[in-house]
């Protein structure tokens, strides 16, 4: 079974700094999902990338599949409060979305004014 | 255009006792799938709805069981409860091939 694995497990960062998370998957990655989730609530889209190579903005986050390692990358530039919360990758077997996804633990991120 | 809808928000029950949980999904989207995540833990895949049959199921055991409707809203229930069992609960919706919406979630607590 596929696992995803990300780092930093947790993060303080200072307001107005960039930071990025990462998440490397066990098995080849055909569909990636980055979402952010508030503590104790439901998960908000943020992302989706399938194709290797692929990079996708939205805002200040940016987000990008390296397929060869397995790895998707989330990027905050110039962090703000409203980016704290805790963000989430999952993946699914074979891509398009139509399958449940396997997720990481998640990467806690805290911005400190 | 309202999101994917849960209830309740928050449940609580005995050990040995059933649960059911509800789910209506995002306007358009066709396929429910529903997700449990313990406390510090990312989600995980319990199964997934598609034209009212279970399509793809994780690894779970056959306590957990759905349905879902003509109108696509869905059922998660839970029978047995165990201790273990408490987590927020999530709904997902999706049209085929596109990307899953996450509801608000029901927190069972299991006592």
């Known amino acids: 079974s596929q696992e995803l694995e990300q780092s930093p497990q947790s993060l303080i960062v200072q307001e107005g700094k960039n930071l990025t998370i990462n998440c490397t998957s066990s098995?080849?990655?055909?569909?990636l999902y980055w979402y952010k989730q508030k503590y104790g609530e439901g998960l908000i889209f943020l992302m989706m990338?399938?194709?290797?190579?692929e990079e996708k903005s939205h805002e200040k986050i940016t987000a990008k599949l390296d397929e060869k390692k397995q790895q998707s990358s989330l990027h905050i530039t110039a962090s703000q409060p409203s980016h704290a919360g805790i963000y989430l990758c999952?993946?699914?077997?074979?891509?398009?979305?139509?399958?449940?996804?396997?997720f990481g633990k998640g990467t806690h991120l805290i911005i400190q004014p | 255009d309202a999101g994917v809808t849960q209830s309740p928000t928050h449940l609580i029950k005995t050990r040995g006792q059933q649960v059911t949980l509800r789910c209506s999904p995002k306007?358009?989207?066709?396929?429910v799938s529903w997700y449990q995540q313990a406390l510090g833990q990312g989600p995980q895949f319990i199964f997934q709805?598609?034209?009212?049959?279970?399509?793809q199921r994780g690894n779970f055991p056959d306590r957990f069981s759905g349905h879902q409707f003509p109108n696509y809203s869905s059922e998660l229930n839970v029978n047995a409860l165990l201790l273990g069992d408490s987590a927020l609960y999530l709904c997902?919706?999706?049209?085929?091939?596109?990307?899953?919406?996450f509801g608000p979630g029901t927190r069972l607590t299991v006592t």
């Open positions: 997902a919706s999706s049209r085929e091939f596109y990307e899953q919406y």
């Open positions: 098995k080849t990655l055909y569909g």
């Open positions: 990338l399938q194709k290797g190579g």
């Open positions: 999952g993946a699914d077997g074979k891509g398009g979305g139509a399958d449940g996804l396997t």
């Open positions: 306007s358009g989207h066709d396929t």
């Open positions: 709805y598609y034209e009212e049959e279970e399509r």
